[in-house]
């Protein structure tokens, strides 16, 4: 019965380990162009995540190889990889909520310095796949723009900002809004990824919750391989 819960567990972490490397892939796509334009350290948590899962995939394939071998040295070494795992998560959790907070109080500092230099060469296109990516416009709405070098000049916002792209269908935004998209990016940006980090605690706590249980688990397992060996004379 305890092999067979352990067994269970294992798969279980398995999945959970896919989860988090999918999750942490998922933030870095999606945040790349935000990520070159700040420049800050927006893509450090993805990268994070993705080591996390990977570590939590591997403890389970040695969870699921110690199991099916029943051997107490590697159930052993198992054990303390579970707890590590557990230490490393708890640690990830602390600092992905201290990113969080950091990053709401500069994201909208940070994109809208980025929209006032939409004129430089290095940033329209880049800016342009970050609004299209996100269905946004302008920091906090579409008149952000007008504060910019580009909208002084053009009097207009980028094609990108257009719900139904053609050429040049931002430059009638004075007359018609109802093909710019109302929402800012920075608003947009804060909900998609407070999405993620919802997942990300989520998953975590029954992770952590599972982990409680693969630990008591393992030491019953170990105690009972322990009062059934029969060492070689």
Known sequence: MLKLMLFVLNLLFLVFGIEI???????HLNLYPL????????????????????????????????IWKESITVIKVFLILM????????TVEVSAYIFRSQMYSNLSND?????????????????DQLQIKFHCCGSNNYTDWFKTA???????????CCINVTESCGRSVSNQTSNIHSVGCTEIISTWIEQYFSIIRGTS?????????????SSLYIKKLQDNYIPDY
Do not use: H, N, R
């Open 21 to 27: 490397v999918w999750i942490g892939a998922a933030i």
């Open 83 to 90: 707890i590590l795992v557990f230490l490393v998560e708890v």
């Open 35 to 66: 990520s070159l334009l700040i420049g800050k350290s927006i893509s450090e948590v993805p990268a994070v995540l993705v080591i996390v899962g990977i570590l939590i995939f591997f403890m389970a394939l040695l969870g699921i190889g110690s």
């Open 205 to 217: 706590v029954c992770f952590a919750f599972g982990q409680v249980i693969g630990v008591f688990i």
């Open 150 to 160: 580009f909208g002084q000049v053009t009097w207009s916002v980028p094609s990108s």
């Open 111 to 127: 994109i809208e310095k980025s929209f006032e230099d939409y004129d430089e060469t290095s940033t329209p296109g880049v800016l």
